[in-house]
């Protein structure tokens, strides 16, 4: 139920609908041993290659440390791995495993059964929204 104090702040409704999204996608991720961090990771892993565990966290919008716990758990799985960068030995590179990409497609089938209800212009409009 959304209170009537939401109803005219826009703030206040995105952040219902972020808590809600991540209620929605909170089990099925769980399912396949995965929290929204390491989701997260995955994703930013098999999109942006970042050359660093830090800039990983930049880019994840997460702290280093925060990082370093979903890492080291990935890790343990065998869905990363993570070895010191050739040219700074003080930087750790963590790269997607084929398990990680496995994993990570069926987590965003999941993703996918999340939106498909909504209608594409919607669905559009929303992603085009986030996205700015």
């Known amino acids: 139920m959304l209170p009537r104090g939401a109803f005219a702040r826009p703030a206040l409704l995105l952040v219902k609908l972020g808590n809600d999204i991540a209620a929605r996608a909170e089990d099925p991720l769980a399912e396949l041993g995965l929290s929204g961090r390491q989701y997260m990771v995955l994703a930013v892993l098999s999109a942006d290659t970042p ?3 830090q800039e990983l966290a930049d880019l994840c919008g997460l702290l280093p440390a925060q990082v370093v716990l979903a890492i080291d758990e990935l890790e343990r799985r065998g869905l990363v791995a993570r070895q010191r960068s050739e040219t700074d030995r003080r930087r750790s590179v963590v790269t997607l495993t084929a398990a990680g990409t496995e994993v990570l497609a069926r ?19 929303a992603i085009t929204a986030l996205r700015s």
């Open 51 to 53: 050359p660093s565990q």
């Open 107 to 125: 987590a965003d089938e999941l993703g996918e059964r999340l939106v498909a209800d909504l209608d594409s212009e919607v669905r559009q409009a």
